[in-house]
């Protein structure tokens, strides 16, 4: 007889999506399987139809209602976990969810999980999104975000009364492989993101045309819009190359034995790129967003202030310029950091703990 409770989860996973919050997403359900029989009402967005409002999403929308309306009249749900979309229409689409799920399934508890680092910044003056958020605020048992930023935002302009806590993203499928650093000519260089100028791709780019011919950049990643995958190949050169997506085993491949990770983003919360350049020793050139200095000592210098291709052209030729010693003395903080902070074992204490009974 299974006698375990039921939780129903709505929202992105990998394969089908392959980015920080669908790995966040897969790897919390699979620490909460042995306690939870899980029914998975699964949102999938195509690449092409990011950051925009079209017919799919609104079908997708209309598919998800129905799952959820199905669902509650087959099962006893326990808990329903999804995550925030902070867009005006994925905060909609959240509340909707939210409030279908409440109204068949009173007696249970909704966990929603904040994956961004910019939510006061988005919530900021907008009247409706404010509005819409409350709403949402008042639905929810727990709250998930990633800083203590987040929390104290929350509970001081909304004066939310319930569970918030605080839980660090972590690597799906973590693996710890030997890293090296040699003296040679061509310094290697990567960036592996979803192809969206929100990521600073362009600012990389252009920056790589500033350096001389000992650098070599790969790029890796789902293209989200055709004009953008134009500019992007006009860049490829000797020392630029730009490839499709890269998973699992080839990505910490890849990771490991590069030099050098970079990410100019605009936007970040605590990216799973950078706990995988972390855990495998590479050091990473990143922009002082989100919480994403955070994620490291406050010794670490080789966080971007200015997202700029100037900014980066320095950043990256004074690590280039580091010697090998030094290389190695970073590598090896990052993986302790990782160890310490970010890894399977610590954060599958705190999910546990955030889906107790």
Same mark, same amino acid.
């Given at each position: ?5 039921k ?27 042995n ?71 009173r ?32 639905l ?18 909304y ?16 693996v ?71 998973y699992?085993?080839?990505k ?39 919480? @994403? ?12 202030e ?9 950043? @990256? ?11 190695k ?29």
């Amino acid at each position: 007889m299974n006698l375990k409770k039921k939780l129903l989860f709505s929202g992105e996973l990998p394969p089908s999506s392959a980015h920080g919050v669908s790995y966040s997403n897969a790897h919390i359900l699979k620490i909460i399987s042995n306690k939870y029989n899980i029914i998975i009402d699964q949102e999938i967005i195509k690449y092409k139809n990011h950051g925009k409002f079209s017919l799919n999403k609104i079908l997708n929308l209309f598919r998800r209602i129905i799952n959820i309306l199905h669902f509650s009249f087959k099962y006893e749900f326990d808990t329903f976990y999804l995550c925030y979309s902070n867009s005006f229409y994925g905060s909609l689409k959240s509340y909707i969810l939210m409030s279908l799920f409440k109204i068949f399934n009173r007696n249970s508890r909704v966990v929603m999980h904040i994956h961004r680092g910019d939510l006061e910044y988005q919530l900021e003056g907008n009247i409706l999104k404010n509005k819409i958020f409350v709403k949402i605020l008042k639905l929810t048992d727990k709250i998930i975000v990633l800083s203590e930023t987040t929390k104290k935002f929350i509970l001081k302009k909304y004066y939310y009364k319930k569970d918030i806590y605080i839980l660090d993203n972590t690597v799906y499928n973590e693996v710890f492989l030997k890293k090296r650093f040699n003296s040679k000519k061509k310094f290697n260089c990567i960036f592996i993101s979803n192809y969206i100028e929100e990521k600073g791709i362009i600012v990389l780019l252009e920056a790589f045309k500033l350096l001389d011919h000992k650098f070599h950049l790969k790029c890796y990643g789902n293209f989200t819009n055709p004009n953008l995958k134009k500019k992007i190949h006009e860049y490829t050169s000797q020392n630029i190359s730009i490839y499709g997506p890269v998973y699992d085993v080839e990505k910490f491949k890849i990771i490991v034995e590069s030099d050098l990770l970079i990410l100019p983003s605009f936007n970040e919360g605590k990216p799973i790129i950078l706990l995988e350049s972390m855990m495998l020793g590479t050091p990473f050139i990143a922009s002082n967003v989100g919480y @994403i200095k955070e994620m490291n000592d406050d010794d670490y210098n080789l966080f971007l202030e200015n997202i700029n291709k100037e900014s980066l052209f320095e950043k @990256i030729n004074y690590f280039a310029k580091l010697s090998i010693d030094q290389k190695k003395s970073i590598s090896e903080k990052l993986q302790l950091r990782y160890i310490r902070l970010y890894s399977n074992n610590n954060i599958k204490r705190k999910i546990l703990e955030i889906f107790n009974d």
